[in-house]
Each structure stands twice: as structure tokens, then as C-alpha cells.
Nanobody, 126 residues
Framework: QVQLVESGGGLVQAGGSLRLSCAAS????????MGWFRQAPGKEREFVAA????????YYTDSMKGRFTISKDNAGNTVYLQMNSLKPEDTAVYYC???????????????????WGQGTQVTVSS
């Protein structure tokens, strides 16, 4: 059974940093894309960032470019999201997601991901 388990969330002041981790078990994603989405209270879940199967190519929502960095370990077991200069509007539950294969597209689309974690809460105070 494939599982994705997020960690690293918490409470941080505006301007601070957090590093989220997502550990995969049951299979590796060395050739699969992995991504992060988030859902704020009362809002729909939205794309945050993704990294391709090779780990070399990354994708971000424009508002997060320069502040967030996604990376994946070579074994394809863990994906990270380094979040800097956090703002109160970054408050949300952050979800890890993984695709069995990197098909060269669909990084921004929730339905293209095969597996999801349970989410980790990030709260940024002003």
C-alpha cells in the first residue's frame, strides 16, 4: 500500500520559514513527479509546486516563485518544500501528491496525481 506522510508544518510568524517533508512508502517515485498543493479555510485546494521525475525541473505558482523551493531526493522517496518569507495568506493545510510516472504534463492539475497525503497544517501569524 502506497502512503505519503507529510511533516514539518506548524505555527510561524510572518517572515519566517518552514520546511515541509513528504515521505513515500510502498513504492518509490524516482520516475514520478511529486507536488504540493494547499487548501486554505473556505477556499479550494490549489497548486503550490511540483518537481519532475528527474528532480531537475520544477514548477511553481507565480505567487510562490522566489519564496518556495521544491526538491526531491534521488531515491524518489521524499519530497521537500522549503518555504521562506511566509505570509499570513500562506496559512493552509499543505498536501503532498505523487504521480506514478512523469508524463511531461499535468503538474498543475490535481486529478493527474495518483496518490495523496493526509496534509499538514501551516499557520502563519501576523
Amino acid at each position: 500500500q502506497v502512503q505519503l506522510v507529510e511533516s514539518g508544518g506548524g505555527l510561524v510568524q510572518a517572515g519566517g520559514s518552514l520546511r515541509l517533508s513528504c515521505a513515500a512508502s510502498g513504492r518509490t517515485f524516482s520516475r514520478g513527479a511529486m507536488g504540493w498543493f494547499r487548501q486554505a479555510p473556505g477556499k479550494e485546494r490549489e497548486f503550490v509546486a511540483a518537481v519532475g521525475g528527474s528532480g531537475a525541473i520544477t514548477y511553481y505558482t507565480d505567487s510562490m516563485k522566489g519564496r518556495f523551493t521544491i526538491s526531491k531526493d534521488n531515491a524518489g522517496n521524499t519530497v521537500y518544500l522549503q518555504m521562506n518569507s511566509l505570509k499570513p495568506e500562506d496559512t493552509a493545510v499543505y498536501y503532498c501528491a505523487a504521480k506514478k510516472w512523469d508524463t511531461g504534463g499535468g503538474y498543475y492539475t490535481q486529478t493527474s496525481y495518483d496518490y495523496w497525503g493526509q496534509g499538514t497544517q501551516v499557520t502563519v501569524s501576523s
